[in-house]
């Protein structure tokens, strides 16, 4: 079969297409034939060399795919041959065949495309183990949402949307905030023309974010801290900007703010699949009544991986880029 792996770390130009034996699904393993794998900001942190696979997985780039079960390993039940699945998987993805855990594996909603499937589980998961359970963000809550054109911050702002949070997005153009607001955001703030913290203030009465998504670090984290209500929620996710900062914590003391994070990737298929579950009962009904549907920024085939990962490195996409495998 055709996979793609990083050669090095670098730029686009160190992904290969290489030849590999289809892989044979193990005990609650599934084999699926590939038609759409999501790419992913981590994907191109692993390219540039400064994201290693976790140990077991493989070397082949892609944690998210949609397409059809072809064949089960040792005492997986919960599928059968000819169904169409989307799934979570810790490498493998960008290829024309990939295994996942039947327990980290969700049907494809009905009405959804391929291309739609494989754009959902990374950002999915990410977002509701996040910003639903770390973060706990309830109906008539404020989420600040930076970086709200990226995949995350699209599937964020739909998902809040949807369980009745107010939605405050960053986003780095005009254009870009409007795309946010489309999707649902009560209120964008083009960071390169405007103070977040302000605009928060503004927008909440003066009260701050009850549940803040953070992937920028760097200098937003003190400023999270003034952005955030009482007893607000700071979950980070990344550090494009910076993973180091001197911060005053007073203001994390005198408000009672949580800062926590979470990386999805190193997680136990158990915990996988419990968020899994989560999403089936909470979130994938939302997805069939076309209250939040993936935002398809481009498709490439998967020969034409470099040129996907070139869009992703421009930051010029709102949502999602996918391969598609013929
Ligand atoms: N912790 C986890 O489990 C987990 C899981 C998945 C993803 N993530 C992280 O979540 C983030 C979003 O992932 P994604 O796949 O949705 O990414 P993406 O679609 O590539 O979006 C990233 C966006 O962040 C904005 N940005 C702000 N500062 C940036 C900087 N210094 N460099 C590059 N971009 C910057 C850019 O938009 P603007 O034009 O608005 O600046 C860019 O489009 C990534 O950092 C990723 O590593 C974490």
Not at 61 to 89: D, K, P, Q, Y
Request: aromatic share 4%; glycine share 12%; proline share 6%.
């Amino acid at each position: 079969m055709r996979a793609v792996i990083a050669e090095g770390g670098g730029g686009p130009e160190v992904l290969t297409l290489v030849e590999r034996p289809v892989p044979a699904p193990g005990p609650g393993e599934i084999l699926v034939k590939v038609e759409a794998a999501g790419i992913n900001r981590p994907d191109v942190i692993q390219r540039e060399g400064n994201y290693p696979p976790p140990p077991g997985a493989p070397d082949v780039l892609g944690l998210e795919i949609a397409g059809t079960v072809v064949a089960r390993g040792a005492c997986a039940e919960r599928w059968r041959e000819g169904e169409a699945v989307m799934a979570l998987v810790p490498g493998g993805g960008y290829a024309q065949y990939c295994l996942a855990h039947e327990d980290n594996t969700l049907a494809v909603p009905t009405g959804l495309s391929m291309v739609e499937a494989g754009a959902i589980p990374e950002t999915y998961f990410t977002v509701w183990t996040n910003v639903f359970d770390r973060g706990r963000l309830a109906s008539g809550e404020t989420l600040l949402v930076h970086g709200g054109s990226s995949g995350i911050g699209t599937t964020a702002i739909q998902l809040a949307k949807a369980f009745g949070a107010t939605v405050i997005a960053t986003a780095g153009s005009a254009e870009k905030c409007a795309r946010c607001r489309a999707l649902g955001a009560d209120r964008a703030v083009n960071y390169r023309e405007e103070d977040f913290v302000a605009a928060v203030k503004e927008a909440t009465g003066g009260r701050g974010a009850d549940v803040i998504l953070d992937m920028v670090g760097g200098d937003y984290i003190p400023r999270n801290y003034d952005a955030a209500a009482v007893d607000g929620r700071i979950v980070q996710i990344a550090f494009l900007q910076s993973p180091k900062v001197e911060v005053d914590f007073r203001r994390l003391m005198m408000k009672r703010l949580t800062h926590t994070g979470s990386t999805l990737r190193p997680r136990s298929v158990a915990q996988k699949a419990e968020i899994a579950a989560a999403l089936t009962r909470e979130v994938m009904p939302l997805v069939e009544q076309g209250r939040c549907r993936p935002v398809i920024d481009s498709t490439y085939p998967l020969e034409e991986v470099r040129a996907a990962h070139a869009r992703m490195d421009s930051s010029a996409h709102v949502g999602k880029i996918v391969l598609t495998t013929r």
